[in-house]
């Protein structure tokens, strides 16, 4: 295995690891339903600019029309 690979797969374990206790911190603050919004959203644009950004995204829907 490449040393890239194995750093990313202990950077997604340290990501996953963590998911616990902030949901925990999390939720002395919100309720669950917010915090869930919260982590989706955060999680969602974390991951657009990887899907191609606002510019794919509108195009998928300009040709759904």
């Keep these: 295995m490449k040393a ?8 997604a374990c340290f990501l996953w ?3 616990f206790a902030g949901v925990k ?3 002395e603050f919100f309720n669950p339903l917010a915090l869930a919004g919260i982590r989706f959203i955060i999680s969602g644009l974390i991951l657009l600019p990887f899907c191609g950004g606002l510019v794919n995204i ?3 829907f300009s040709e759904n029309k």
Excluded: C, D, H, Y
């Excluded at 890239?4 to 950077?11: D, G, R």
């Design 4 to 11: 890239k690979t194995s750093v990313l797969a202990v950077f």
């Design 17 to 19: 690891s963590t998911a």
């Design 25 to 27: 911190i999390g939720l």
């Design 58 to 60: 509108k195009k998928i």
